[in-house]
């Protein structure tokens, strides 16, 4: 969802994910960062296709009896991803991995090629930042 900024796309990717891995590796080898991977790299490739055609970006349906809640939620949700939008790549990557995976430090140490500290003061970093960010666009 950071990286499409679409509910629906995002929820395409995710099942097309968990497909693949399926297909190619079966229920016998469990890698969340195996997982990860095959997502990212389905982003990247959804995101080549719409440099490419401009006109497959979709614009999500607003439903739901409360359209007002909605909008709220939406816009917070919009800032937010507004603001991970100016952190740098790395940045972005680290505390998706943190935030959205049960993946351990070690775990997101080996996968980003950092160290184990190193990940632990991104992050810290990143969330003042990220922090920072929303509170000055309020």
Known sequence: MRNTGDYYLSCD?????????LERYGEKEQS??????I?????????RKQKRNP???????????DHEHH???????RRVLEAIQQL???ERDILA?????????????SLTGFS?????????RTRIKLRKIIQAGE
Request: glycine share 4%; net charge negative.
């Open 55 to 65: 006109g497959l970006q979709t614009d999500p349906e607003t439903s739901g009896a």
């Open 88 to 90: 740098d790549e790395d």
């Open 13 to 21: 990717i995710m099942q097309e994910s968990f497909t693949r891995y």
């Open 71 to 77: 909008f709220m939620v939406r816009e917070e949700y």
């Open 116 to 124: 184990e500290a190193n990940v632990k003061v991104k992050v810290h």
């Open 32 to 37: 969340v960062s195996l997982l990860y991977t």
């Open 97 to 109: 991995l943190v935030v959205s995976s049960d993946l351990s430090y070690r775990e997101i140490s």
């Open 39 to 47: 997502g990212r790299n389905l982003v990247f490739d959804v995101t």
